[in-house]
C-alpha cells in the first residue's frame, strides 16, 4: 500500500479486493491513519439512500461534493495529504464510476475495498475507471498468525533453514509443526485469530467462524435467485468433496446429469467473492500453464482452512469431543489430508499464483498419474520450468505418481517437491519441505 501511495502520487486509485470479513475495511483504515494527515472513510453498506443519492446529485461538481463530505463527517480534508476511502463500493458502483473525474481532479487520493466487486451484476451499466490498481487480499498466512501470536522469529528460523537447504532440527521441528497445527484450526480470517489471542479457546474461535460462514450464506441467499440455490450446493458439498482421496470436484455428486456449463456461473460466483481457490487441470505440465488449461476437471478449495474446519464438523461434535483442542494439539486422528492439501493450496494462493494439477488417466500404469500442484519458477527458460507438488499429510507414504512424473516429463521439471509434515530433507533430486515452509516457494 505505501509502494502504491508513493508511486502514484494520486494519479491511481488502489482497489483492495478479498472476502467479507477478510480485514480489508481494518487494513484501509489504519493505512490512513498512519500515512495521511486526515482521512474520510465512506462505509456504502452502512449509508442510506439519502446519502448515496446526494452524492450522485454531486458528481458534477466536486468541489460541493468535498464540501458536503467534510461537513458531513466533519473532517477536514488537506489536498494531497488526505485519504477518502470508498469501502464495500460494489454496494454503490455510481461512486466507482466517478473514480477517473475524482483521480483527474487530483486534490486527494482514493482507496476502494470490496467483495464480489468483479461480478457483472455489480457493475453493468458502468463504466469500469482504468485507474484503478487492484490488490488481493488473502486470509493471514502462517507468518501473519506467528506475527499475531507474538512469535516473531519462529519463522525467521525456518526461513533460514529453507534459504541454507536444511532441517530446523527436532525441537525447532515440533514447534513450527504444533504452531501449524493451531493455524490449521484457526485459519487466517483475523477476528478468528483475534479471538484466539484474546481467550485462548477454540470453541470461541469457532463461533466465530461459524458466524463469518453464516454471513457468507447470506451473501449466497443474496445472489440471482436462479444461481442461489447452485452456488448453495457446491458451497455446502466442499468439504465432502475434498474429503475424497481424489478430491476433484464432481458434479454429479450435487445431481445426476449435471453439466459444467449449468455450473459454470456459480464457480466464478464463488471465485468472485474469494470464497473459494480453483485449481484447474493442466493437460500438458509445461511453460503456459494458463494456455494447457482444462476448464471441465477441477478442485475447489476452501479460501480459508479454519472456516473448512468448523464446515466439516457438526458444531455440537467439535464442542463435545473437544476436536478442536485435539486437532490443535496434533492429537486426534483424522482425515488431515483434506486440511493440509486445502491449507497447502491457501498458502499456494496468498503468493499470487493460480492453482494447477496435473493428471492423466491412460489404461497404461506407466502413463496413469495424479500431482496435486504444478507451479512455475520466477524466470522461464528452454526448459526445465514446471516444479511438481506433492502433498503428503501421514508419515508413511509412496511417491508413485511423482516417480511417473519424473520419468516421462523429465525435460519440463525444474524441481519436484514433496510438501509433508516431518522436517527438511532431500533425497534422489527431491526437495522434501515442511509443511510450514510451503510459502517460501
Not at 57 to 64: K, T
Not at 269 to 292: F, K, Q, S
Not at 316 to 336: T, Y
Request: with cysteine; proline share 2%.
Amino acid at each position: 500500500m505505501l509502494k502504491w501511495k508513493n508511486k502514484s502520487q494520486g494519479s491511481t486509485v488502489l482497489m483492495i479486493e478479498g472476502a467479507r470479513r477478510v480485514g480489508k475495511s481494518y487494513i484501509a483504515e489504519e493505512f490512513a491513519k498512519n500515512e495521511y494527515d486526515s482521512y474520510i472513510m465512506i462505509d456504502f453498506l452502512e449509508e442510506g439512500d439519502n446519502f448515496k443519492a446526494r452524492f450522485n446529485e454531486l458528481r458534477s461538481d466536486l468541489d460541493s461534493l468535498f464540501l458536503f463530505l467534510q461537513a458531513y463527517y466533519s473532517t477536514k480534508l488537506i489536498e494531497r495529504q488526505s485519504v477518502i476511502i470508498l469501502d464495500e463500493i460494489q454496494k454503490f458502483p455510481q461512486a466507482r464510476e466517478m473514480l477517473k473525474y475524482l483521480v483527474n481532479d487530483g486534490r486527494y487520493d482514493y482507496i476502494e475495498t470490496g467483495s464480489l466487486i468483479s461480478i457483472s451484476s455489480t457493475a453493468s451499466g458502468i463504466t469500469i475507471p482504468s485507474e484503478e490498481e487492484k490488490k488481493e487480499m488473502y486470509p493471514m498466512d502462517f507468518e501473519e498468525f506467528l506475527w499475531a501470536l507474538g512469535d516473531l522469529m519462529l519463522l525467521e528460523a525456518a526461513r533460514e533453514a529453507f534459504e541454507k537447504k536444511k532441517p530446523v532440527g527436532d525441537a525447532m521441528h515440533r514447534k513450527l509443526i504444533n504452531r501449524f497445527s493451531q493455524y490449521i484450526v484457526t485459519g487466517g480470517m483475523p477476528q478468528a485469530v483475534k479471538q484466539l489471542t484474546e481467550t485462548n479457546n477454540y470453541d470461541d474461535v469457532d463461533r466465530i467462524k461459524r458466524s463469518i460462514i453464516s454471513l457468507y450464506r447470506d451473501d449466497i441467499s443474496k445472489a440471482k435467485p436462479h444461481m442461489a440455490e447452485k452456488i448453495r450446493s457446491i458451497f455446502d458439498l466442499i468439504p465432502s468433496e475434498l474429503n475424497k482421496h481424489e478430491k476433484k470436484f464432481r458434479l454429479s455428486d450435487i445431481r445426476s446429469g449435471a453439466r459444467n456449463s449449468d455450473y459454470r456461473d456459480s464457480f466464478l460466483w464463488l471465485e468472485d467473492a474469494r470464497l473459494v481457490n480453483m485449481c484447474y487441470r493442466a493437460t500438458e505440465p509445461n511453460i503456459g500453464l494458463r494456455m494447457n488449461k482444462d476448464d471441465e476437471s477441477y478442485k475447489c478449495y476452501f479460501a480459508d482452512t479454519g472456516l473448512l474446519l468448523s464446515m466439516a464438523f457438526d458444531e455440537n461434535e467439535l464442542a463435545s469431543e473437544g476436536v478442536m483442542k485435539k486437532l490443535a494439539m496434533n492429537k486426534l486422528e483424522v482425515n488431515k489430508g483434506m486440511l493440509i492439501e486445502n491449507v497447502v493450496a491457501q498458502m499456494l494462493a496468498a503468493t499470487g499464483r493460480k492453482l494447477y494439477f496435473f493428471s492423466s488417466y491412460s489404461r497404461s500404469s506407466d502413463d496413469r498419474m495424479e500431482v496435486d500442484f504444478l507451479i512455475a519458477k520466477s524466470k522461464i527458460t528452454n526448459r526445465h520450468n514446471i516444479s511438481p507438488i506433492e502433498v503428503k499429510s501421514s508419515t508413511n507414504y509412496t511417491l508413485c505418481s511423482l516417480s511417473k512424473y519424473r520419468r516421462k516429463y523429465t525435460e519440463y521439471i525444474h524441481q519436484p517437491y514433496v510438501i509433508h509434515t516431518s522436517d527438511y530433507m532431500e533425497k534422489d533430486g527431491v526437495i522434501y519441505l515442511p509443511i510450514y515452509m510451503t510459502q517460501f516457494l
